[in-house]
C-alpha cells in the first residue's frame, strides 16, 4: 500500500485521489476545529464554501428541525482571512466549540481554506476523513485498518504550502509506515523526516512558518490547543450526503 501527501487543496486532482482513502488537513484551524466540535459533542459539521449559501442553508436545516421536533441548534460557524463572518455564531477558534455551544448541533461551516480543501476530494476519493494533529494517530489508525492506498490533503492556505500541515501529514505518515508498512512517495517520505526532525520540538519547525507568524499574536491560544497530539480519538468521516460526522 502506498501513501502520498499532496501539499495544498490546489493541487488536488483525479489521479491522485481517485480510489484512495483521504485525509484532509488544516491545522490552523479548520480541522482542528471540526476534530473538537465532534469530539465534545457536535452532531455534524456540513462544510460549505460559500458564506450566502451557508445562510440559506442554515434556514432550511432550522425550517426542518422545527417541522420534526428536532431541539438539536443549527449554529454557523467559520471565516474569512482569519475574522468571523457577520452574521455567524462561531468564528474558527476551536476553543470556542465547548461542549455547552455545540452538544447535538448541527454546524454549517464554511472558511477560506479548510472547507475548500475538504470539499475538493468528494466525488473522487473511496472515503474522505479530517485529521488534526489532535486526531493523528486515531485517524492513522482507521486508514491503515481499510488497507487501502492513502493521500493526505494538506489544506494549505492561498493555494500556498503551509508547514504546519506538512508536520501533521508526516507524523501520519511515519505512522502507517512504521505500523502499517505503508510505501511512501517522495513527498510523503520527505514529510515524515521533516517531522521526525522536529517531533521534539515543533515551535523550531513553526520559526519557519509563513502563516504560524501572520496569526501567533492574535491566536495564540488556539495555535497552542492544535499544536497539541493525540488527545482527541475521533476520527470524522464526510457521508455521502456530504456532512462530516464521528
Given amino acids: 500500500m502506498e501513501i502520498d501527501i499532496i501539499g495544498t487543496a ?14 484532509v488537513i488544516d491545522v490552523f484551524r479548520a480541522t482542528s476545529v471540526m476534530v473538537t466540535a465532534l469530539g465534545n459533542g457536535a452532531r455534524e459539521i456540513i462544510p460549505m464554501t460559500g458564506i450566502e449559501e451557508s445562510f440559506r442553508l442554515r434556514d432550511r436545516l432550522v425550517a426542518e428541525h422545527r417541522q420534526q421536533g428536532d431541539p438539536g441548534p443549527v449554529l454557523l460557524g467559520g471565516e474569512r482571512n482569519t475574522v468571523i463572518i ?8 476551536p476553543l470556542r466549540y465547548t461542549p455547552e455551544v455545540v452538544r447535538d448541533a448541527t454546524i454549517v461551516m464554511s472558511t477560506t481554506n479548510g472547507t475548500r480543501a475538504v470539499n475538493c476530494a468528494q466525488g473522487l476519493a473511496n ?3 479530517i485529521a488534526a494533529l489532535l486526531n493523528a ?29 506538512s508536520l501533521c501529514a508526516g507524523m501520519m505518515a511515519q505512522y502507517l509506515a512504521r505500523n502499517y508498512g505503508y510505501r511512501l ?8 523526516e ?6 521534539n520540538d515543533l515551535q523550531g519547525a513553526l520559526d519557519h512558518c509563513l502563516h504560524y507568524h501572520t496569526i501567533k499574536n492574535r491566536w495564540s491560544e488556539d495555535i497552542a490547543w492544535c499544536l497539541h497530539r493525540n488527545v482527541m480519538t475521533t476520527t470524522p468521516h464526510i457521508t455521502k450526503e456530504g456532512g ?3
Fill in 185 to 192: 512517495t517522495d513527498f510523503a517520505w520527505w514529510c515524515a
Fill in 194 to 199: 521533516v517531522y521526525e526532525r522536529y517531533e
Fill in 244 to 246: 462530516i460526522r464521528p
Fill in 10 to 23: 490546489a493541487e488536488v486532482s483525479p489521479e491522485r485521489v481517485e480510489g484512495r482513502n483521504v485525509a
Fill in 86 to 93: 457577520e452574521g455567524f455564531d462561531l468564528d474558527n477558534s
Fill in 137 to 165: 494517530d486515531a485517524v492513522a489508525d482507521r486508514l491503515g485498518s481499510l488497507d487501502r492506498d492513502v493521500a493526505l490533503v494538506c489544506s494549505g492556505r492561498h493555494n500556498r504550502f503551509t508547514i504546519e500541515d
Fill in 127 to 129: 472515503e474522505i476523513y
